[in-house]
């Protein structure tokens, strides 16, 4: 928006990015009509700058974050995400070599447990779909390994 340093339609205005316009007495929108030009220009140029600068290129949305199903993944366990877990260690790891007993997940102070993405998917796969009763909070953290070939 344009600032009016004077006392009549044809005087001095400054715009967003600091220009003094003279307003012609012959069209009094002439000022504001550039104003609102440059202010568009200065919007434009802004847009461009945060598009670039707010954030790396391999992190935005359109081209993904790089992620190996190895990697780990953090999410926070409902009660029915707890169930969830105690029942497929009694359906697939009971009885067999590696059973040790069951072990609860580790949790931290604020709930959150780490998986890897394979392990999470193996336990809680079948159990994650519209509509479903969710097994772990819909927002998890991803721990991604940077390595120079991703």
């Not at 504001?32 to 220009?41: M, Y």
């Not at 359906?91 to 040790?100: I, K, T």
């Not at 931290?108 to 809680?124: A, E, P, R, T």
């Not at 991803?142 to 120079?148: G, N």
Request: overall charge negative; aromatic content about 12%.
């Amino acid at each position: 928006m344009a600032v009016h340093t004077g006392k009549s339609a044809s005087d001095t205005w400054i715009t967003p990015t600091g220009k003094k316009v003279q307003l012609g007495s012959h069209d009094p929108t002439i000022g504001i009509r550039k104003a609102f030009a440059e202010a568009a220009e200065a919007v434009e140029r802004f847009s461009e700058w945060a598009r670039e600068n707010e954030r790396p290129k391999e992190y935005t949305s359109e081209r993904g974050v790089p992620f190996n199903l190895n990697d780990y993944v953090y999410v926070r366990l409902t009660e029915h995400g707890r169930q969830v877990h105690r029942e497929w260690f009694e359906s697939v790891m009971s009885g067999n070599l590696w059973d040790a007993g069951y072990t609860k997940p580790v949790e931290d102070d604020d709930g959150w447990s780490k998986w890897q993405m394979w392990s999470l998917i193996n336990v809680f796969g079948n159990h994650v779909y519209m509509g479903a009763k969710p097994c772990f909070d819909m927002n998890v953290k991803l721990c991604v390994k940077r390595t120079e070939h991703q």
